[in-house]
Structures are given as structure tokens and as C-alpha cells.
């Protein structure tokens, strides 16, 4: 089930869940994160933020900033099936948070809701219809 | 008391023009104190004359190489290495602790080895902010105590960055620094500590020294000393006359290939050098070929209040981070079921409360907080 693809209101319209497939293990220790700082993260392991806040010293790259959506949200919805919470970016429309596994589902839920309730703006890694992972500024 | 300089000033100023250096003699507050006590701050014993001598000729002859050019014959601007680069001003930030001053004691490795350690606290995780403060006191008059240093005989900076790898040095505010030694250690000492991944010898290796430097900060090198370096006041230092006091360990942050020197962080206060730095020209003194080292990843375990600037979180697992302010990005707890969630929630109170969040930070992970 998805939400509509106007506007962030109250969903009503059915269709296919999309995104899922199997999640990543864990693949580093504690002490192989503390030493790899952000911003020189390798291929492996669960990942990362590369980027920083708006006008800190330590700014990424531009390359990583320019594959972002940035977006304010303008809601938040659900239905019940598994791990299927979508968020409306203003100007982007509906894309669904990955359903990778419980954990990361709930967590990139609880950033988009604290977006939503800060009227901060998000910036997701996003294919058109997933959200893979996400800043919140 | 009897002001026993190391040189006739006016002589030394006569010297440096005839000799057309690029460094101006000045009675810094060091060049003022008696003979004994301005030997006393040079806390790295030399090795025998035929060794000083082979070192400085392996330093002249480093120097002599192309601009970035180190003796593997690597380094230059192949390598991403700069033409210059100063760790107070990258980017309009400065990543350099305040100077300090070790006073009357052979304790120029602990402080050389922590100023290193300090700007590459802050540097790594890109925080100018990161204002840590090391004890020179634990690694000198604990640590170092307990592998022969002392304030008469000095230390090693190989056992002082060992020390800082191993155990780690708590904070200075919980074993504060005195020059005669003595003070107690807070019991509370491990939960507050800069602890090394490792380092790295880079002895000999300019290029090496280059890249470390623009991408840790800072590096800890050792160099000889003699008399008119007490007084130097500004410019670009060069050994002009004088006779060889002794062996002495400062950080270097910074290098200018126009100029042909390193930038150099001193601790003998403000009132030395320039405001406490100084320049000192390549192949110089044995800065290059003696005893040289770089931190790798400074970790560090303690409380802070900070500010959440930012969340992350990914498709993985367990994977939220938080930016926290002054401190950069940290994962939050992974080790037990739900803490990852549960300690997310907390931090997106307080970042939309805008109030900070009372963290215990432990090897690149946030594993307690607690939000009012």
C-alpha cells in the first residue's frame, strides 16, 4: 500500500509496496568505526554520514551534497503492513522510508518525524520511490 | 639575580645580517633566565656528537631536494601535497590549542607529543571547536616516571606516543600540570581519556611529515638547539651562531615551501617566539632526520554537553549517527537490542528542543545520554 502522490494529506489510494530485499549485517567493530572518521568511510560495513551541518568547518563534498533531495516535510503516513512508513517531501512528493529491516525503518521514521515537527530541512539519498538513508539539519 | 644570556644580543643581530638570515634576535622571557634553567627545558637527551653531526648533514641534504621531495623520493604535488599549509588557518579555522609553558622541567616531550595529539583531536573530526585539553602532567610525571623520564634526564617522544596508545592521558583539569612534579591523579581517570588507534614514525620521510600534517594536523618532531634559538623573536629560524645547548621536542602544524621552513608550535609560553611559534628553515637542526611521529585516530571517552546538530540514519541496522556540536558525527549505541532506537528518540528531543544532550562518548559511539 502507498499514499497518494498529491498532497500530504489523508492516503486512500492502494499499490505495491516497493524497496525491500535483504539487509546488511553488521560488518564492523567499534574500534574499526572509531577509526574511520566520517567523511573517509570505506566500502564495507553499514555505513556512515559524510556530510556536515549547514556551515560547519567540516564540509563534505560536494559530489555527496549534490546526489541529496533536500526537502522540508510535509507529512508523514503508514498503513498496516510491515514496516511500511512513507514521508511527503515538499516539492518531491511520496517516497517510501526502506523497509530494509525493522530497525533502520523506524529510525529514518523517527528522523523524518522530527523534520516534520521542526520544520527542519531533510536531506534524503533517494531513488524516486525509496529512501535509502537521511540528514536531518 | 645575574642575567647570564646565551649570547651578546647586539652580536648575535650583527651576525644574523652578515649572515643574511631571515630571523630576528629579541630578550625573549626565555634568553633572560639563567644558563641552567633555560637548558633544563630541553628535555631530549642528544646522541653522541658523530650522530648529531651524520643527522644534521641527512637534514641539509633532505633540504636540498626539490620542494615537497622526500628522501624515498616521494611526496609533491603527485601526492596532493600542498606548497604550504598552517593548522591555524584552514579554511579561516584554526585547529591549534592555546600555548603552553613547561616552565623549568625537561617535559618538552609530553608537551610536544600533546599538542600534537590535541590538534589532531580536533582536526580529524574537522572540529576547530574541539578545545581538548591534555595533562602533560599524567604523561610526563606518571607515565613517563614510570619508563625513566624525569625533569633532570627528559624522555623519549617513541615511549611518550606508546603511553598515549596503551593507556591513553586523561583531561588537564584531572591531573593539572606543575613543573615540580607531584599533584594526584583523578580516580575518575579512565572516563575521561585520549586514547591512540596508533602512530606513526615518519622520520626522514619529508613527504611523509607533509601529508601527515594536512591530514592529521600535526606531527611531533625533535630537533637540536642551540644558544641564539633562545632568542628568537619572529622569522625564519636557522642556526647562526652559538654553541649546542641541547635536544628538544615541540609540534609541528604547519609548513611553507616559499618560505622553506615548518611551522612550529613551541610551549614556552607567549613571551618566546612569535606569540609562542616559530619558523624554523627545512633541514635545519635534524628536525627532519631525528625524531619524528603522527598520531593516528585520537579517540576519546567522556562526557559532554553538546548541542545536536544533525541525525543520520541508513538502511543498515542499528544505524543512526548524530552530529553533536564541537564533537562531529557519532554512532549512537549498537551493542544491545533497541538501544540504537531508544537512544534516537531521546536525541531528536533534544535537537527539537534545541537543548543539550548530555552524552558519554566512548570510542566513536555515543553510549549513554541523558536529556532535561
Not at chain 2, 103 to 122: L, M, N, R
Not at chain 2, 225 to 251: E, K, P, R, T, W
Not at chain 2, 310 to 322: F, I, K, R, T, V
Request: hydrophobic share 40%.
Amino acid at each position: 500500500m502507498s499514499p497518494t502522490t498529491k498532497a500530504p494529506s489523508r492516503p486512500r489510494h492502494a499499490a505495491t509496496p516497493s524497496g525491500g530485499g535483504s539487509a546488511p549485517a553488521p560488518m564492523i567493530t567499534p574500534e574499526q568505526i572509531a577509526t574511520k572518521p566520517p567523511g573517509s568511510n570505506g566500502t564495507t560495513g553499514p555505513g556512515a554520514p559524510e556530510m556536515a551541518p549547514p556551515g560547519a568547518a567540516a564540509q563534505a563534498a560536494g559530489a555527496v551534497a549534490a546526489t541529496m533531495t533536500s526537502a522540508t516535510v510535509g507529512g508523514l503516513w503508514t498503513s498496516n503492513n510491515t514496516s511500511n512508513a512513507w514521508v511527503f517531501l515538499n516539492g518531491v512528493g511520496w517516497r517510501k522510508l526502506s523497509p530494509a529491516n525493522p530497525t533502520s525503518h523506524q529510525a529514518l521514521l523517527e528522523l523524518a518525524r522530527v523534520a516534520k515537527d521542526a520544520n527542519a530541512t531533510v536531506q534524503a539519498d533517494e531513488d524516486g520511490s525509496v529512501v535509502h538513508a537521511m540528514y536531518v539539519w | 639575580m645575574a642575567q647570564d644570556r646565551p649570547l651578546d644580543l647586539a652580536a648575535l643581530r650583527v651576525e644574523i645580517d652578515r649572515q643574511g638570515a631571515r630571523w630576528r634576535s629579541v630578550d625573549t622571557t626565555v634568553a633572560l633566565l639563567e644558563e641552567d634553567d633555560r637548558r633544563r627545558r630541553l628535555g631530549v637527551p642528544l646522541p653522541p656528537d658523530h650522530e648529531v653531526e651524520q643527522l644534521q648533514s641527512q637534514a641539509k641534504a633532505l633540504s636540498s631536494l626539490p620542494a615537497g621531495l622526500g628522501a624515498d623520493g616521494g611526496g609533491g604535488a603527485a601526492d596532493g601535497i600542498g606548497a604550504s599549509f598552517d593548522s591555524r588557518n584552514v579554511g579561516g579555522n584554526s585547529y591549534v590549542t592555546p600555548i603552553k609553558n613547561q616552565g623549568g622541567c625537561g617535559s618538552c616531550v609530553a608537551f610536544g607529543s600533546i599538542a600534537t595529539v590535541e590538534t589532531t583531536a580536533a582536526f580529524q573530526r574537522g572540529q576547530p571547536g574541539l578545545k581538548v585539553d591534555l595533562s602533560e602532567q599524567q604523561l610526563f610525571f606518571v607515565e613517563g616516571a614510570a619508563t625513566g623520564a624525569s625533569c633532570g634526564n627528559g624522555w623519549w617522544p617513541e615511549h611518550a606516543f606508546t603511553a598515549m596508545r596503551d593507556t591513553g592521558v586523561t583531561f588537564e583539569d584531572y591531573m593539572p600540570y606543575n613543573a615540580g612534579g607531584g599533584g594526584t591523579l583523578n580516580p575518575d581517570w579512565p572516563n575521561r581519556l585520549a586514547k591512540l588507534t596508533g602512530f606513526q614514525t615518519l622520520t626522514g620521510n619529508v613527504a611523509a611529515m607533509k601529508q601527515h600534517i594536512q591530514t592529521h594536523g600535526a606531527i611531533s618532531a625533535c630537533f637540536s638547539v642551540y644558544q641564539d634559538f633562545f632568542s628568537y623573536g619572529g622569522g625564519v629560524y636557522h642556526h647562526v651562531s652559538g654553541s649546542l645547548a641541547g635536544g628538544h621536542c615541540i609540534s609541528i602544524i604547519g609548513f611553507d615551501d616559499a618560505q622553506g621552513c615548518w611551522i612550529c608550535k613551541n610551549q614556552w609560553g607567549t613571551g618566546w617566539g612569535d606569540q609562542g611559534f616559530f619558523k624554523i628553515a627545512y633541514g635545519e637542526c635534524m628536525i627532519e632526520t631525528w625524531r619524528v611521529h603522527g598520531a593516528d585516530y585520537v579517540n576519546l571517552r567522556m562526557w559532554i554537553d553538546a548541542l545536536v546538530r544533525g541525525l543520520w540514519s541508513n538502511e543498515s541496522p542499528d544505524n543512526a549517527w548524530a552530529y553533536l556540536d564541537n564533537m562531529g558525527w557519532s554512532r549512537l549505541a549498537y551493542g544491545a537490542a533497541g538501544a540504537n532506537t531508544a537512544m534516537l528518540t531521546e536525541l531528536t528531543s533534544s535537537r527539537l528542543r534545541n537543548q543539550p544532550v548530555h552524552a558519554f562518548l566512548d570510542m566513536g559511539q555515543v553510549t549513554q545520554t541523558y536529556v532535561f
